[in-house]
């Protein structure tokens, strides 16, 4: 099976990029694994009327725009790349099987992850990341009961707390490590009056429904005996390292954890594009040129895949991608030459933009210094953070021999919770930083299929 373009990801960058192919006349394949179109920022709300503050119509345009283009996009639900090959070729995991994809040009949109930092008692019942209740909330109009602490920080911590509250939930603390935003990066951010605005009006709300916001304070300890009671809260300095000194309890029955996003690298490492550190666009990102190609010839990047930019920098680069990729080859772009101006120019604003939040709430090392010799951290193998010591210690000092050696990374999510904290810990004992570390290494498949899936995508021998 064969396909001219096949974008991977179909949230606001890959749905974008295939939108604008097709007001050029290019039919897509566009492959995504959630039911429906949108990504984690414009999931749509299932299972009830549950009102969301800060709600985006621009989810339900994009999904109306894939309808009304449907004779030339493929719009393919429940269909999940589970491995990239040179040439390059897609091993793809559909609800009826496996089957294999050979585009002439490749686009990856493969969206965030969140990052968690372990914590001593983190694996307790009613422990989530922001993004777990967010989607709770979204799809299922489930929120919790009793009193919900938040903590971690960036503009994703706010957003959650202000849609909680204003679903009725009880959130009463707010936990932030960053301080407040100084005049510079306040002024960095009004680049974009909007977004600016915006988070401040998530921080009125809190304020309005008497939410406490515990500035330069991370959660140190949640507490529980079966479930969660609740938690410890230290200052935490300038790297966020907790500071000696006294700590406050805070009741909690429900807590919600997450220190910002990180771009999903897994299908660009497997497709063997090069990837640099950038902490600004959230640790590992693609090498990308200007047109988002990436160094594997016809395969290209996009949104926070790419480097986290936020939704409207995916917005803007799936529509010059597909301005670019309408150009090469050989269609008529016109129709889309001025969106692609207007997209650049966005981007040059949410670029300053970007840098300035980086400035007040970009992650910082210390953080992952919560973790004592018990905290687990790989939930998946049961790792804990003495286990990564004690192999440090005997020498394993690089991702893959510490892989191979604990087991942690090897589980079901292969790494994408426990990596960020994994590679902090080797960083911290080899006195290196990570930028200087080896990336962590993923594997095929990226998500667990049955043995008849992979069957029937080997090759047959001569004579089969």
């Known amino acids: 099976m064969s396909a001219k373009v096949v974008i991977v990801g179909a949230g606001p960058a890959g749905a974008n990029a295939a939108l604008a192919l097709a007001r050029s006349g290019i039919a897509s394949v566009l492959l995504d ?3 429906h179109a949108g990504g984690q920022i414009f999931r749509p709300r299932e299972g009830g009327r549950l009102p969301l503050l800060g709600a985006d119509t621009r989810g339900e345009t994009l999904r109306q725009g894939l309808r009304h283009h449907a004779s030339l996009i493929d719009h393919r639900s429940g269909h999940e790349v589970i491995a990239v090959y040179p040439g390059p070729r897609l091993w793809v995991a559909a609800p009826d099987g496996a089957y294999e994809l050979t585009p002439e040009h490749l686009v990856l949109a493969t969206g965030a992850v969140e990052v968690t930092v372990p914590v001593p008692g983190w694996t307790l019942p009613g422990v989530y990341t922001l993004g777990g209740l967010q989607i709770l909330a979204k799809s299922s109009a489930i929120v919790p009961a009793g009193k919900v602490v938040l903590a971690g920080t960036g503009p994703l911590l706010y957003l959650v707390a202000a849609q909680l509250v204003s679903a009725g939930v009880a959130v009463t603390d707010v ?48 507490v529980g005996d079966g479930a969660v009671r609740e938690v410890v809260v230290a200052p935490v300095g300038d790297d966020w390292a907790p500071l000696p000194g006294p700590r406050t309890r805070l ?57 986290i930019g936020g939704v409207d920098t995916a917005l803007a680069e799936g529509t010059i991608l597909g301005h670019g990729l309408t150009r090469r080859l050989g269609a008529t772009a016109a129709i889309l030459d001025a969106e692609a101006t207007e997209a650049q120019r966005q981007i040059s604003s949410l670029t300053l933009f970007r840098r300035a939040l980086h400035d007040w709430s970009g992650l910082r090392p210390g953080i992952f210094s919560i973790a004592d010799s018990r905290t687990m951290v790989c939930r998946c193998e049961d790792v804990t953070a003495g286990d990564i010591d004690a192999a440090l210690d005997r020498g394993l000092a690089l991702p893959r021999g510490l892989k191979l050696g604990t087991r942690a990374g090897m589980g079901l999510c292969q790494g994408r919770t426990c990596g960020p904290a994994v590679q902090e810990r080797i960083a911290r004992h080899s006195g290196v930083a990570v930028p200087e570390l080896p990336m962590p290494t993923v594997r095929v498949p990226l998500r667990p299929v049955t043995a008849a899936m992979l069957a029937s995508l080997a090759p047959k021998l001569p004579g089969e």
């Not at 680049?191 to 915006?198: N, Q, T």
């Not at 660009?268 to 200007?290: F, I, K, N, S, Y």
């Not at 594997?296 to 895949?305: F, N, P, R, T």
Request: hydrophobic share 45%; with cysteine.
């Open 251 to 307: 009741a909690a029955g429900v807590v919600g954890l997450s220190f910002g996003l990180r771009a999903n690298t897994e299908l660009t490492q497997l497709a063997g594009c090069d990837h640099a550190h950038d902490p600004v666009r959230g640790g590992w990102r693609v090498r990308r040129e200007a047109d988002y190609a990436t160094s594997v010839a016809k395969v290209y990047a996009i949104g926070d895949g790419a480097g």
């Open 33 to 35: 694994d959630n039911p």
């Open 175 to 222: 936990v932030d490590a960053a301080g407040f935003p100084t005049a510079g990066q306040l002024a960095g951010m009004a680049r974009v009056p909007a977004l600016l605005l915006r988070g401040i009006g998530f921080e009125l709300t809190l304020r309005r429904h008497g939410v406490a916001i515990h500035r330069r304070s991370a959660v140190v300890e949640v």
